[in-house]
């Protein structure tokens, strides 16, 4: 993994790293020296991971669904730490329903959990940035792929890379970055157990042009590179990381 001395020391905030590319952008970090303070509504796996990482690795319980509770959790790291140099807004759920089942409440929850967590993050974030910070969204692969049964998480991914446009050019002027990373498919823990298959497997290798299963680690080196002062000419733009998808 590459190493970028300035973020020895950096505040960086991670939402869902408690497991997946969370928790391996929190690794990172960390191996970095940088302080992580890091969420999720997985208590049991986030509080083993920052007992685990010890000194510097900071796990809070919240419910990104809440908008109080992510107005208490960026308040009390504010107060705690001052400046904040990196907003990872990472946490996301990716249901399969087919389109006549989703109901409207189904369709405000994701929203909710997956978009509107990133601009309440980002708001709440905002007075307390420093210049020079670097604010990081996940959208997905699926934005171009366009996978049945995901119609609902597909449109948060695409308002992500909205909302990561927009919010570029209004923080822009305060030396503050917003870029947005496009996951392909990742092989964490939970997609391995549960839709991996050994089928999937040879279907995912087939449609990349590198055929080579790609790791959590692989996409958080990409998270260090945009977090780190070797991107500061860089905003506004999203990163599809998914060792070239080229068909199904
Ligand atoms: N894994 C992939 O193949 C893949 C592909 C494309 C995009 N992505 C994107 O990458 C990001 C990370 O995905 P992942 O695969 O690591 O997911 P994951 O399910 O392994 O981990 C997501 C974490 O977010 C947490 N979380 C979910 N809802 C939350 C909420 N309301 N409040 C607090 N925490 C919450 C979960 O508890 C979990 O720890 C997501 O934005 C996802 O959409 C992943």
Same mark, same amino acid.
């Given at each position: 993994?590459?190493?970028?001395?300035?973020?020895?020391?950096?505040?960086?905030?991670?939402?869902?790293?408690?497991?997946?590319?969370?928790?391996?952008?929190?690794?990172?970090?960390?191996?970095?020296?940088?302080? *992580?303070?890091?969420?999720?509504?997985?208590?049991?796996?986030?509080?083993?991971?920052?007992?685990? /990482?010890?000194?510097?690795?900071? =796990?809070?319980? *919240?419910? /990104?669904?809440?908008?109080?509770?992510?107005?208490?959790? *960026?308040?009390?790291?504010?107060?705690?730490?001052?400046?904040?140099?990196?907003?990872?807004?990472?946490?996301?759920?990716?249901?399969?329903?087919?389109?006549?089942?989703?109901?409207?409440?189904?369709?405000?929850?994701? =929203?909710?959990?997956?978009?509107?967590?990133?601009?309440?993050?980002?708001?709440?974030?905002?007075?307390?940035?420093?210049?020079?910070?670097?604010?990081?969204?996940?959208?997905?692969?699926?934005?171009?792929?366009?996978?049945?049964?995901?119609?609902?998480?597909?449109?948060?991914?695409?308002?992500?890379?909205?909302?990561?446009?927009?919010?570029?050019?209004?923080?822009?002027?305060?030396?503050?970055?917003?870029?947005?990373?496009?996951?392909?498919?990742?092989?964490?823990?939970?997609?391995?157990?549960?839709?991996?298959?050994?089928?999937?497997?040879?279907?995912?290798?087939?449609?990349?042009?590198?055929?080579?299963?790609?790791?959590?680690?692989?996409?958080?080196?990409?998270?260090?590179? /945009?977090?780190?002062?070797?991107?500061?000419?860089?905003?506004?733009?999203? =990163?599809?990381?998914?060792?070239?998808?080229?068909?199904?």
């Amino acid at each position: 993994m590459a190493s970028y001395d300035e973020l020895a020391g950096r505040v960086v905030l991670i939402t869902g790293g408690a497991n997946g590319i969370g928790q391996a952008m929190v690794e990172a970090f960390h191996a970095q020296g940088a302080v *992580v303070c890091f969420c999720d509504v997985d208590e049991k796996a986030g509080s083993r991971l920052a007992k685990r /990482l010890g000194e510097r690795a900071e =796990f809070a319980k *919240v419910n /990104l669904c809440r908008e109080v509770d992510i107005k208490r959790w *960026v308040a009390c790291l504010a107060k705690r730490h001052g400046a904040i140099h990196a907003l990872i807004n990472n946490a996301a759920r990716d249901p399969r329903i087919a389109l006549e089942d989703v109901t409207a409440k189904a369709w405000d929850d994701l =929203f909710a959990a997956n978009i509107r967590a990133q601009f309440l993050a980002c708001r709440e974030a905002s007075p307390h940035l420093a210049k020079g910070a670097s604010i990081i969204n996940f959208s997905s692969i699926t934005i171009h792929t366009a996978p049945v049964q995901m119609s609902s998480y597909v449109a948060t991914k695409g308002a992500s890379i909205g909302l990561t446009r927009s919010l570029a050019r209004e923080l822009g002027p305060r030396r503050i970055r917003v870029n947005c990373i496009a996951p392909g498919w990742i092989m964490t823990e939970r997609q391995l157990k549960e839709y991996v298959t050994p089928a999937v497997k040879r279907q995912i290798r087939a449609a990349q042009c590198i055929p080579d299963l790609i790791q959590p680690e692989e996409v958080a080196g990409v998270a260090l590179f /945009l977090a780190s002062d070797a991107s500061r000419a860089v905003t506004g733009q999203h =990163f599809v990381v998914d060792r070239g998808w080229v068909h199904e």
